[in-house]
């Protein structure tokens, strides 16, 4: 794990002037297609509207017929702006991969050189939807997936979107709406073991109100959404009894006896401290042979037009989510083979 005075340092010898090189790239683009002629052309518009009804109704030197012009200009208001929109995201989409290819490439790099990065590739969707650390999905996107090892155990992350449709119907049965709901949406990290827990157990991070909850009311809540949803969802909310721990995660595991004393005060430490540093939900799952981490982002490695590559913090921010995944899966390597020499 590096520290951030180290990336600081990285930054401006290696990462500055790729950064002051797409910026210039990325406001030309803007430039390009800007709003500002769109502005003028509305004044001039307006005014010619203006110009049109008075000769019409004053003078009467041009027909009514010649106020088709209005629509024509009302068409050109609506439309326009999001001509412009396309414009410019179509011609930011060479400006993003080349910042992925310089900007995410050189990053990954500097957290271990024997990281690799690739843009075009992602995680597999069943991967994720089968560990049962979220609730089922219908859509998936996945890119920008990196590899290597850490402390010799081999890893893969990539920046996923997993969604989902909601129907909400009325009394009558109808369908009433539909929503696009996002069940996760950050990076996922699989990492490898040669053995682990016998059953799963999974950590997420607990939402604003689920506090008010009881492991036992969530059991029987469980219970009844499975019994709807037909699907064998991994159930038994426990409590570890760390009041530090407990109110932040959610624990489940299907042999709590067994499997929670694992979950010792040196992982729920990691766990909570990883947390801490990205200020954002982060989930676990312990299986058999691999330890799965989703950290909750809602830009992850994405830039857009709008947002500037000579801002830092949105640089720096990439980098402290991989960096967060490293230290993590360091201490709980640690922590792991620790345990292994004193069976």
């Known amino acids: 794990m590096k520290t951030t005075e180290e990336f600081d340092k990285f930054y401006n010898l290696n990462l500055k002037s790729d950064l002051d090189f797409l910026e210039s790239a990325r406001l030309a683009s803007n430039n390009k297609y800007s709003f500002k002629p769109y502005k003028r052309n509305l004044l001039v518009l307006l005014g010619l509207i203006i110009l049109v009804v008075i000769i019409v109704k004053k003078t009467h030197w041009l027909p009514e017929k010649a106020y088709f012009i209005v629509p024509f200009c009302m068409l050109y208001a609506l439309f326009h702006p999001i001509y412009i929109l396309y414009k410019r995201g179509d011609n930011f989409i060479p400006i993003n991969t080349d910042f992925k290819d310089k900007i995410i490439n050189k990053i990954v790099r500097f957290l271990d050189p024997g990281f690799k990065y690739e843009q075009a590739k992602g995680l597999e ?92 009311l969530l059991n029987t809540l469980n219970d009844l959404t499975q019994r709807q949803e037909q699907n064998s969802r991994l159930k038994n909310f426990v409590l570890t009894g760390d009041q530090t721990f407990d109110p932040l995660f959610h624990v489940r595991s299907s042999d709590p006896m067994n499997e929670l004393p694992k979950l010792n005060a040196e992982i729920r430490k990691l766990i909570i401290s990883a947390k801490g540093l990205t200020n954002t939900p982060i989930h676990v799952a312990f299986l058999k042979n691999e330890i799965h981490v989703a950290i909750e982002d809602t830009a992850s490695f994405e830039m857009d037009s709008f947002t500037s590559f000579t801002n830092s913090k949105y640089v720096k921010h990439y980098f402290n989510l991989l960096n967060v995944f490293v230290g993590l899966s360091e201490g709980l390597i640690n922590v792991i083979q620790k345990e292994k020499h004193t069976q």
């Open 125 to 216: 969707k069943n991967i994720i939807d089968s560990t049962e650390l979220f609730e089922s999905f219908g859509f998936f996107r996945s890119d920008d997936l990196i590899s290597g090892t850490i402390s010799e155990h081999p890893f893969v992350l990539s920046d996923i979107s997993a969604t989902k449709d909601v129907v909400i119907t009325k009394s009558q049965g109808k369908e009433r709406d539909r929503r696009h709901v996002t069940i996760f949406k950050g990076v996922y990290a699989v990492l490898s073991f040669e053995s682990g827990f016998q059953t799963p157990l999974y950590i997420n991070s607990k939402k604003l109100l689920d506090n008010l909850f009881s492991p036992e």
